[in-house]
């Protein structure tokens, strides 16, 4: 079995009450890691979902960001808010971040705004 | 984002793209959400259901079962694990058209053709009737959803800004009793009222260490007092809005997270609460949970479609519950048995009705004898009605006494059937009438030529019957001795639902009777004082 770790590269054994105790727990230590993540998208491809693989794989790519920019990119994604270029700009900057994934929402959603008059 | 949560839901999807935009949202912006969820660890559902459409004045002519079906392809396409659906806040609306229910259903239905988990919607009371919204939910139950509810209602009507739950809290013995009556596991436990109590001193207290401990609020002895037994705010006493900012700001500024909150346990020394919010924590960093319908069992071990896959293919497949299981859902507060009956009835037994010897037989034509069933005077002093037996035979003496016949009381252990007792009694009487008595109450008057099933008046009701009534049933049997015109009573009606309400009792009361039983015995004279 795959040691699971915490993003920080804490393995999950270590997080204990006493370890918070001794102040050697951060939130970092208690968020997903990308490699869990993408175990998780391989058994839920393997159990015919696709789809739930592809939302863990943009999943596994988000830990990257931080909450403020992930907040941030949600509500450029509600609807008035992002002319299409805003959204392609987005999306081309997560693309070479290495988001691919996301970047591909973002340039599908830029499209489809544009042409239903979701765009601001 | 803080890691103060395992789980998320009411993503609401909609069918239409007007109402979507009105809700300030797009399947994109939707399907980002979901995966940011996941970045975290989360488990987040999504929620729709019928009649929302309408409701925003956005359905554009179309089905609720059509743009229900919509969002549940939407749930898929978007990577979501599961659906909370079956009308939700819109159930009302669905059921105001022909076969809304079965639109219902069909929602959860179809959220289960898609392997998404299913979560079947108790959220909105769909009908104030309570026939009506039993038979919204039993379908569901006998089926075998995955949850019943997306959460057993436990806020008071008052407090629920969403408006009410179709089952909620003060539903919960019905609901115990349904899942006992159709042996199906709707979730849902009987809990010791003593460890709820426990439970809810601990969090309570436990809350208020933790708020002192980071400085948020002050809780005083009394309101932890009031919160163990609270049922709604109202219960709270006055609620100091201001502290409640005060506390939301800090929390919010501080940037407190889940590993301040298992220190301050830890430090108030609620270790168990401390590891048990560390554990929960640390579960977040498998994903296990992400999977499609995953649950955590007593243990924090994943239950979900991979661990534990859905093997329904029909009836008597499927999900069954363990002997264990089985065994929690039969064991409801209000079961009772003969061991509770006979502990019940031993706390109005009276020092009277004294055996004194063999019963011999009658010589005076004004001679009537009350035959008394085995348990009488012994396991059983009262009766359905909630009259004492020994009230019933002084009303009885006392009807006999004033159409000038005198009365007897004897015991007959070697039957407990009514007409044999009566029989019996009717042919130990000097007038040959004889009233047969069991303890639950019911009586009837006998003469000593006539068969057993035979007799001359019949008291079958038990629960309704009144002291006139026996005092009427003594003075009548005493008319039939003398040769005289009776006065038959009349039936003593009842709205009662006098089965349902008194048959597993009689069923324990003749349990009573049987086991003082002596197959044989002779009848014995019992003591009249204390009764004339």
Known sequence: MTEIRALSGKPVEGLTVEAVRTGEVGVADLRIHPETLERQAVVAERHGNPQLAENLRRAAELTRLPDDEVLAIYE??????????????LAASLDTRGLPRC?????????IYARRGLSA | MRGLTSYAETVSLYGTEQVFTDGDDTPWSKAFLTSAYASRGMKMRVSSGAGAEVLMAGAQGRSMLYLEARCVALARAIGAQGVQNGGIDGASVAASVPGGLRELMSENVMAMMRNLESC?????????????RTSRTLPIALAGSDFVFSGFGSIQRYDNMFGPSNFNAEDIDDFLAMQRDWGIDGGLRTVDASRLADVRREAAEACRAVYAHLGLADFTDEHVELAVDAAGSKDLGETDTLAVLAAAQAIRQRGLTVVDIVAALDECGYCHEAERTMAFARARLSGDYLQTSAIFDEQLSVLSLVTDPNDYAGPGTGYEPAPSRQAEIDAIRQARGVADLRAEQAAFAVPLLRARGPAGPGQGPRDVVIGVSPAVGRDVWRCLSGLAVTDVLREMLAGLEEEGCIGRVVRFSDSVDLGRIGLAAARLAGSGIGIGLQGKGTALIHRRDLAPLANLELYSVAPSVTPSLYRLLGANAARHAKGGTPDPARNPYSDEAIEARYHTTVIALMELERRCMVPGALPEELSLEGLT
Do not use: F, I, K, W
Not at chain 1, 76 to 89: K, M, V
């Open chain 1, 76 to 89: 450029a994604l509600r609807p008035g808010r992002s002319t299409p270029a805003q959204l392609t700009d």
């Open chain 1, 103 to 111: 970047a591909a929402l973002l340039t599908e959603a830029a499209d």
């Open chain 2, 120 to 132: 079947s919607g108790n959220d909105a009371l769909m009908s104030e009737s309570d026939m009506r």
